[in-house]
């Protein structure tokens, strides 16, 4: 009986000791900088960065260290993963927590296809399963991984004003399911009321919904009315990169993102 005992202290022991082990590097990485040369290519690559306030510089850094020491990136279809990639995808995904406790705890793995890619999915209607083939610019799964066009992400980090980001936009599933479900409704800040969040994004929903149907122009890309998950996902991408516009089209919208991310865009020069 005490050998037994004893193999279940030891083992707990051990697994104590990684947890701390793990705690103790996550610690280490979030306090780290990082090296000029690396910090040129995140600058050089994603241009909006170079306004983000001086206070939150170095969180960035240390998140960047902790997203690139977690995640995995995977060449597909001959692309050879460069650290341009690694940096770009990184320091973007990282904008979106950097005055957050929020973390992709469930991802492991960015897949990463030269171009727009086909992407196979079922639609269920009722006892119907139909598999249709799309041509996509990115994914994000639950638990992972997130799927990446690296022609679009390059292209959507560089234009940082045309409301338009692949990563932002598949990053924000990403946030949005840690609540358990992607629907729209992330993990919201302490200070945020779900029933307001529920009838901001509901009502801007549907407003933008009924201009894409009508042809009226909007703030918001045509895709954000095919759900409204997509529509958060859409409304992250035009906080982050056309935050004066949206101010004035749905005001309410960008307060509500703004106490999300505990940012403001808007303010940035």
Sequence with gaps: MWI???????????????????????KT???????????????????????????????LDGKIALFLHQIEFIGCDGVEVTEEMRLSI?????????????????????????GAFKSRRAEHNGYVVTERETVRTGESWARGPVVLSWADARQGALDDMDGHNVVFHEFAHQ???????????????????FAEWERVFVTAFKAHSGKVESGHPSVFDAYGATGPEEFF???????????????????????????????????WT
């Design 90 to 114: 990184a320091a973007q995904a990282c904008l979106l927590v950097v005055n957050t406790g929020n973390w992709y705890v469930n991802l492991r793995t960015v897949l990463i296809y030269p």
């Design 175 to 193: 946030l949005d399911d840690l609540s358990g479900h992607t629907d729209g409704v992330p993990v919201l800040d302490k200070q945020q009321s």
């Design 4 to 26: 037994v005992l004893l193999i279940l202290f030891l083992g707990a022991g051990t697994l104590v000791a990684r947890h701390w082990s793990a705690q103790r590097l996550r």
């Design 29 to 59: 990485l979030l306090a780290s900088e990082l090296p000029a040369d690396q910090r040129a290519i995140v600058l050089d690559s994603v241009p909006l960065l170079r306004k983000l306030p001086d206070a939150l510089r170095q969180t």
């Design 233 to 267: 996902a859409v409304a992250v991408e035009t906080f982050f990169e056309r935050p004066a516009d949206l101010q004035r089209e749905a005001g309410d919208v960008y307060r509500q993102l703004e106490r999300l991310f505990r940012l403001d865009p808007s303010s």
